[in-house]
């Protein structure tokens, strides 16, 4: 069979009908490793994943993903995806590098959020963003807008949780042909929980720094062709940081239909809070003798600005609803839609310079964006072969629009009391009451995309696959000035291809090649840059060519490696004959470097994942945002350190005991591209325990740096450098009823 008849060939082997429940729990416990699950992963709130490789009538119900992709979970490993190619592909066929963090991986590490489930996710790290939203750098990209939620983009800016996922991946390399815009070093998918099988579940945790978080997890089949499931979560915890905590809560019911034997409905709503104090940690001073600049050595609890004036809040309701009609098992149609309405408001008083002289000086500012987003995909998948070839041909279309208001108030820099500087040994203060923080910017912009394209993926034998597609996308953008009342607007037509060549030598061993391009408009990830000097200007490209190969080195135990070279082109630079003048698309960078990745069993009750990068990036063109702000060709891009390794591996001791160990190792890196600010080499251990107390009562332990290594995980700039915590503990129970 070829790739063209094996795509869909799960959901092809479904039953047409929910089997009754007794059937369908033996199903499931069938799909359980040799180890017990439930004795070393706990605690539901982390992504929950598929229950097993092969299809499950349980599957059949809701496909936990909306059908896309049962993920071919087992354990630590997945052994299919659609995140890369919009069909249910083995990953072993998907020429680019993935990861998949699944269930039991994330649960064991702990990972309740995106930004947490990323740092063992090599050649990714995790930047500050500002303390109000998560922005990660994958292969030389910085971005706030590359995520996405079943396929669907979700790039309002905030801290995503993962209570209702079910498993989170990370496609690295720029794929447009699939996303869109944007997307240049990768983008970060995440896969919800889906009505479809019958699970009662409860998780109680405390830690650390007053942590407290609970979540609940419920859903039944009610009937054959009907179940519903309800996913929960609060949080309130402080922080190792003075004066730093959050709180945060989110519900999600999910409801899937059969509506005739070939007609599947899935239904969902999100409500999701999140408030939190602003952190942009603490600057950075210059090391003696040297332009260098290093963290500032206090204390790292102390925080530099006001923390009762830094403050964020998040609130944002997302309606979908998915659709699918199955003409025959070789043609479906899918459509899915989904309205978003959200609200972010934050403002921050922070470290606006170094530490000079023992002083620093703080900048004020407050933000407040309201957007509005509905998303239209339709996507008719054909499955045939031609003899000696199969096809599985894949033709889809996207509509959005995206309405957004954007004001923003920024209050003159503040030197303390005594306008000579705030001191860094006592770098917390408060605002003086009636400080004035004008209104500075306000913006509407009105966003409307139409995009249309088709992939193939070609079986030409057994040894040989292709996978080739183009995108046309057509970005329509609109936006007002409302202080001044100017109107600005830009219509850009795009074509993005991708090509791929997967070639077998034996079974369980891919090598492949592959080319991808993606592009981002000049109105920016979040549009607020389109003006009169920038609407005039092209996209910016990003070019990726990448070698790699996937092997099976054992059943259950799968490596991957890949080399790249990742340009990006046309960013935006100061007019080096007059900076007066408006800027000009000189500005480039290169990024190149290789992953590899070993991750599963090693044995029946040893898993492992573990994980090293080797990049560089530097600027080949003068790049520039400003006039006046040019970067010189030669010098390092931000956040790249050159050396990453992540390792997680948990040993099954007894059917009731397991324990974990983890490490995160990280080169220097430049916090900036102007390379004077270096947050240091560091090196985190960390660890868990697991106890399977009873048949539906399970407890797990987790310290987060054991050691209490002193280091700095992210950074915005040179100005603002997160410390990473100490030593931290925190224990979970989790109850099935």
Do not use: C
């Not at 003696?288 to 609890?301: D, F, M, N, V």
Request: hydrophobic content about 35%; cysteine-free.
């Amino acid at each position: 069979m070829g790739l063209g008849a094996g795509a869909l060939a799960q959901e092809a082997a479904a039953p047409a009908e929910l089997p009754p429940l007794e059937v369908t729990a033996q199903a499931k416990k069938k799909a359980v490793p040799a180890k017990k699950k439930s004795a070393t992963s706990p605690v539901p709130q982390a992504p929950v994943a598929v229950a097993a490789p092969e299809q499950t009538a349980t599957e059949d119900a809701g496909d936990a993903d909306g059908g896309l992709s049962s993920g071919g979970v087992d354990g630590y490993r997945a052994t299919r995806s659609a995140t890369g190619t919009k069909t249910d592909t083995p990953l072993i066929d998907i020429p680019q590098a993935i990861t998949v963090i699944t269930q039991e991986r994330a649960q064991d590490q702990r990972a309740v959020d995106v930004n947490k489930a990323l740092q063992y996710v090599p050649g990714v790290i995790v930047a500050q963003g500002e303390g109000n939203r998560d922005q990660i750098v994958v292969r030389g990209q910085n971005t706030t807008a590359d995520f996405f939620v079943d396929g669907v983009r979700d790039d309002v800016q905030y801290f995503r949780d993962l209570y209702n996922a079910d498993r989170l991946e990370v496609l690295k390399g720029p794929n447009a042909m699939i996303f869109g815009r944007g997307g240049g070093g990768g983008v970060i998918n995440r896969v919800t929980k889906k009505a479809g099988e019958d699970v009662r579940e409860g998780t109680a945790w405390v830690g650390s720094f007053d942590h407290y978080r609970a979540t609940a997890d419920v859903g039944a089949r009610v009937s054959n062709d009907f179940a519903v499931r309800l996913n929960g979560v609060f949080e309130d915890s402080g922080s190792y940081r003075n004066g730093v905590d959050l709180e945060r809560y989110g519900i999600n019911p999910t409801a899937f239909f059969r509506l005739t034997d070939d007609t599947r409905l899935w239904l969902s709503y999100e409500y999701f809070k999140d408030e939190r104090t602003v952190d942009r940690g603490i600057s950075s001073v210059a090391v003696p003798g040297s332009t260098e600049r290093r963290p500032y050595p206090g204390s790292i609890k102390a925080f530099f600005g006001d923390p009762d004036k830094s403050i964020s809040d998040f609130e944002g309701h997302t309606t979908t609803a998915t659709i699918e009609h199955k003409f025959s098992e070789d043609l479906k149609i899918r459509n899915h839609t989904s309205y978003g309405d959200f609200d972010k408001f934050y403002d921050n008083v922070y470290a606006a310079t170094a530490v000079v002289g023992g002083l620093y000086t703080a900048g004020v500012y407050d933000n407040l964006t309201t957007r509005t987003t509905l998303v239209n995909q339709t996507d008719v998948t054909y499955t045939f072969d031609g003899g000696w070839y199969g096809h599985t041909l894949v033709v889809g279309t996207e509509f959005s629009r995206q309405d957004t208001d954007n004001t923003r108030k920024t209050g003159a820099n503040y030197n303390g009391p005594g306008g000579l500087g705030i001191p860094a040994s006592d770098p917390t203060f408060t605002l003086p009451a009636g400080y004035s923080i004008p209104v500075t910017g306000r913006n509407a912009t009105e966003l409307t995309t139409a995009s249309v394209y088709i992939q193939d993926q070609l079986d030409l034998t057994k040894y040989f696959q292709v996978i080739g597609g183009i995108r046309f996308d057509r970005f329509d953008i609109d936006a007002t000035n409302v202080l001044s009342g100017a109107d600005f607007g830009r219509v850009d037509d795009v074509w993005s291809p991708r090509i791929g060549i997967v070639v077998k030598p034996t079974d369980g061993l891919s090598l492949y090649a592959s080319y991808s391009k993606s592009f981002l408009p000049y109105s920016g990830e979040q549009f607020p840059s389109l003006d009169g000097t920038t609407q005039d200007l092209e996209p910016e490209e990003f070019i990726n060519r990448e070698i790699g190969f996937k092997w099976e080195v054992a059943p259950r135990l799968l490596l991957s490696a890949a080399l790249y070279q990742l340009d990006r082109e046309n960013t935006r630079a100061v007019n080096p004959a007059n900076a007066a003048l408006p800027p000009v698309q000189i500005g480039s960078s290169r990024t190149e470097g290789g992953e590899i990745e070993l991750v599963g069993n090693i044995t029946d009750n040893w898993e492992v994942a573990v994980g090293y990068a080797r990049t560089f990036g530097e600027i080949t063109g003068a790049q520039g945002t400003t006039v006046g702000n040019t970067v010189p060709v030669g010098r390092s891009l931000a956040n790249i350190p050159e050396d990453m390794f992540t390792l997680w591996n948990k040993y099954q001791f007894t059917p009731m005991f397991a324990a974990g160990i983890g490490v995160v190792h990280r080169s220097e890196m430049f916090a900036s591209t102007d390379n004077r600010a270096v947050l240091p080499e560091f090196t985190r251990v960390d660890g868990a325990l697991y106890f399977n107390l009873t048949e539906n009562l399970d407890a797990q332990l987790n310290v987060e740096n054991i050691f209490d290594e002193k280091y700095y995980a992210s950074a915005h700039n040179e100005f603002n450098i997160t410390p990473g915590s100490p030593r931290a503990f925190y224990f979970g129970v989790t109850s099935r009823f």
